[in-house]
């Protein structure tokens, strides 16, 4: 079993930074892809950025929404993964989650299908 728990969340202004952490337990974290969904009132959870082990080397992959001011990043030594949030905008605020799956997808895991755990969630918003 896996256990994801997300912190870094809160209030910020337009254009400020934050930065998200998921620390994961449980079963062997550096083979897993990592990825982070967010999901805002009234709307379906959405893929935000993701982070996975694919020919020898690290890859990553964001939504075109967030490309250029988001970063995702992990450290296998600590079980955790970041996701590091620049330039925000009113329309970024949602609960973000973090998700974890051993899968070996063809491609890089961008559904929630992909993804078989989850953490509880942490609230961004961003004021106008």
């Known amino acids: 079993q896996v256990q994801l728990v997300e912190s870094g969340g809160g209030l910020v202004q337009d254009g400020g930074s934050l930065r998200l952490s998921c620390a994961a337990s449980?079963?062997?974290?550096?083979?897993?892809?990592m990825g982070w969904f967010r999901q805002a009132p009234g709307k379906e959870r959405e893929f935000v950025a993701g982070?996975?082990?694919?020919?020898?080397?690290?890859?990553?992959y964001f939504a075109d929404a967030v490309k250029g001011r988001f970063t995702i990043s992990r450290d296998n030594g600590k079980n955790t993964v970041f996701l590091q949030m620049n330039s925000l905008k009113p329309e970024d605020t949602a609960v973000y989650y973090c998700?974890?799956?051993?899968?070996?997808?063809?491609?890089?895991?961008?559904?929630?299908?992909?993804?078989?755990?989850w953490g509880q969630g942490t609230q961004v918003t961003v004021s106008s």
């Open positions: 998700a974890a799956d051993q899968r070996n997808w063809v491609g890089a895991p961008r559904t929630t299908y992909e993804y078989e755990y």
């Open positions: 449980g079963r062997i974290f550096s083979r897993f892809a």
């Open positions: 982070i996975r082990w694919s020919a020898g080397s690290t890859d990553t």
